[in-house]
């Protein structure tokens, strides 16, 4: 105990509950007399007034008998499941890949359960896990989800200093998605409403999967304005196309030209009244020149965006700004799917360089988007989180942008989990609607226990 508040006239104490091999769980209760007394984290008052022997013995005792005397829902499993999935269409390559994406694909996802028989689920982050991942995830055995944040009343305002380090690292920031959902589903409120309240109801996407059908097909321009009609048939406001076909598929000047040519293919093929971004991958690293004279030619086509078109320096970026400003060509730029400290957009923003930042949201987690929204605002810019072929990934950032108003759109792949069950979440005009449902608004699949039986689960308790 801390002593006597004179000044308020409570006691103040603060009960350690030793819920982990690795970590402190600390409840704080201010007590203005007895029979008056708070709790926290769903103490029992009862329990709290009996406690003087526990605090004083808390570490003779087992792991068991912790968990009974503090009724704390705290995580006792998790288990990571690869799992199949497909894409709506299939997907071709884009400045990168070695080969076609194809239709289908797989993903690691997790899931956690706790003391009570609820669930949470996420999903891995680009950082696969390895050692030292499941060494984190071992970690948090035995802890309470609720006390790995800082609260407000009823809203997270931030990490508990004794988890905020490793929920920052890289390699762990895909955990909070597993957290929240298991907080949303303990409070009985969707993961947005933690945050704060809504701002919007339905949320602009744009289809992402437009990749170099041209190149894959053998096939000219026209096959990029064929799937971007049928995508604006599909309901879509927004679509994205890749471009960066000099890098690899197409090097030097053809690859300029055919970009050019899908970008105009694919206004032409959409109406001017739909968003068109176009995404280099850094397909033009080491070619400034053909960058301007891209992004020159595609100014009359109106790009709402052009997105990676060669790797982030202040500098270069810099020298592109004023370059197309000098052609009038005022391309708005999106970067930063591979940042992973937010602070590292400042600069970008001070010299207005990016009009839209996009962190990752499966490798930076939750918070860390709504950070960098905060971080955007003064600057006037807007995010768009980065996410590819996770479905999960996709409906958090839903969730974000429900509650920051320059979140005003989200990446859709159209990639579907079949592990998951989102058929809770509406898709209409053009727009997503996030359900009110607890956590992230999705439950296992009955397929789930098939692959679980068929794969190779991973289990840590």
């Given amino acids: 105990m801390r002593g006597h508040d004179q000044t308020w006239g409570y006691l103040r104490c603060d009960v350690s509950l030793i819920l982990s091999d690795a970590y402190i769980v600390s409840l704080q209760t201010n007590l203005a007399e007895p029979s008056k007394a708070s709790s926290m984290a769903n103490v029992d008052r009862r329990w709290f007034l009996g406690s003087a022997s526990f605090v004083a013995g808390a570490t003779l005792l087992s792991r068991a008998e912790r968990l009974k005397i503090a009724n704390l829902p705290v995580i006792m499993k998790i288990s990571i499941l690869q799992v199949p999935g497909d894409f709506f269409r299939p997907v071709a390559m884009n400045a990168y890949d070695k080969r076609p994406v194809g239709k289908n694909g797989a993903i690691r996802i997790v899931r956690a359960s706790l003391s009570d028989g609820t669930y949470g689920l996420g999903v891995e982050g680009y950082v696969p896990i390895r050692e030292a991942g499941l ?42 998605l597993v957290l929240l959902d298991l907080i949303g589903k303990l409070k009985g409120r969707p993961v947005y409403s933690l945050f704060g309240p809504s701002v919007r109801d339905g949320i602009d996407a744009n289809a992402g999967s437009l ?38 598929w197409m090097p030097g000047e053809a690859g300029v030209v055919r970009d050019i040519e899908a970008v105009i293919a694919a206004r032409e093929a959409v109406g001017a009244n739909m968003n068109l971004m176009a995404d280099a991958n850094n397909g033009y690293q080491g070619h400034f020149d053909w960058a301007v004279r891209l992004l020159r030619e595609c100014s009359p086509y109106g790009l709402n965006w052009i997105e990676e078109i060669f790797p982030e320096t202040v500098q270069e970026y810099g020298d592109l700004l004023h370059s197309i400003r000098e052609i009038n060509a005022d391309t708005p730029v999106a970067d930063g799917e591979s940042v992973r400290n937010m602070d590292a957009f400042i600069p970008f923003l001070e010299n207005g360089l990016y009009r839209y930042i996009q962190p990752d949201m499966r490798t930076c987690g939750f918070s860390k988007v709504l950070y960098a929204a905060d971080l955007a605002m003064p600057y006037r810019a807007n995010v768009a989180p980065h996410n590819w072929m996770s479905e999960l990934g996709k409906l958090a950032c839903l969730h974000a942008a429900k509650i920051k108003r320059n979140i005003p759109l989200v990446e859709d792949d159209r990639y579907h989990d079949f592990a998951f069950d989102s058929s809770a979440y509406a898709f209409r005009d053009g727009q997503w609607f996030v359900p009110e449902k607890p956590g992230w608004g999705i439950e296992l699949s009955p397929e789930y226990d098939y692959f679980a039986k068929a794969g190779s689960e991973i289990v840590i308790v």
């Avoid at 995508?231 to 690899?248: N, Q, V, W």
Wanted: aromatic share 12%; net charge positive; proline share 4%.
């Fill in 135 to 176: 060494s984190f995830l071992k970690r948090m055995i035995g802890v309470s989800p609720e006390a790995v944040f800082v609260w407000q009343g009823d809203h997270i305002v931030g990490y508990a200093p004794e988890f905020e380090s490793l929920l920052r690292d890289e390699q762990n920031c895909w955990f909070e």
């Fill in 211 to 248: 990749y170099f059908v041209d190149v894959a097909t053998g096939k000219g321009a026209e096959q990029v304005g064929q799937l971007a009609k049928a995508i604006r048939a599909d309901g879509y406001r927004g679509l994205k196309i890749k471009i960066g076909r000099p890098l690899k």
